[in-house]
Nanobody, 114 residues
């Protein structure tokens, strides 16, 4: 069974940084495209970034140049380095494997104060 666990969120001032982690089990992690999404209160879930098994990355325009996605296949973990955070980045951040789109972790809360 697919299991995803996110961590690393917290409260940070605008301009600050956080490193989010997502550890996966139940999938062949190294070949899976992994994705980060976020959902703010009252809004739909928003795509943030993805990384393929070969390390090719794609970002939403809203985070391009500020966020960096990476992966460590030995640890079955995908990371999201978030820099220059803005109050509008406040949301619950979750990860997901492209091959198993119905499985989500519990998410990690990121709150950015102005």
């Amino acid at each position: 069974q697919v299991h995803l666990v996110e961590s690393g969120g917290g409260l940070v001032q605008a301009g600050g940084s956080l490193r989010l982690s997502c550890t996966a089990s139940g999938i062949i992690f190294s070949i899976n495209t992994m994705r980060w999404y976020r959902q703010a209160p009252g809004k739909q879930r928003e795509f943030i970034a993805l990384i393929t098994g070969r390390g090719i990355t794609t970002y939403a325009d809203s985070v391009k140049g500020r966020f960096t996605i990476s992966r460590d296949n030995a640890k079955n973990t995908v990371y999201l380095q978030t820099n220059k955070l803005k109050p509008e980045d406040t949301a619950v951040y979750s990860c997901n494997a492209l091959a198993t789109p119905d499985y989500w972790g519990q998410g990690t809360q990121v709150t950015v104060s102005s």
